[in-house]
Nanobody, 116 residues
């Protein structure tokens, strides 16, 4: 089992920045990829960014050039630096970890609100 704890959400004005963190504990040696999904009101959950233990990254087209995902393997922590935030980025952001066996673990989510 893997436990995930997110932090860093909040309210920010359009054009501002926030940094999300997600710390993993438990069976962390089994983790391959970590990343972030988000879910806005009335919309489906969508992948925002992901990073493998080797450092390969993947981003949603809507955040490329604005968001940066990084990972500290020693701390079992993944970060999401979000710049140039837009009201459309308003959502609950969920951290996830995927094991080598493709099991997904989820955090409880952190709310990001971008005001116009």
């Amino acid at each position: 089992q893997v436990q995930l704890v997110e932090s860093g959400g909040g309210l920010v004005q359009s054009g501002g920045s926030l940094r999300l963190s997600c710390a993993a504990s438990g069976s962390t040696l089994s983790i391959n990829a970590m990343g972030w999904y988000r879910q806005a009101p009335g919309k489906q959950r969508e992948l925002v960014a992901a990073i493998t233990v080797g450092g390969s990254t993947n981003y949603a087209d809507s955040v490329k050039g604005r968001f940066t995902i990084s990972r500290d393997n020693a701390k079992n922590t993944v970060y999401l630096q979000m710049n140039s935030l837009k009201p459309d980025d308003t959502a609950v952001y969920y951290c996830y970890a995927e094991s080598i066996r493709r099991l997904k673990y989820w955090g409880k989510g952190t709310l990001v609100t971008v005001s116009s």
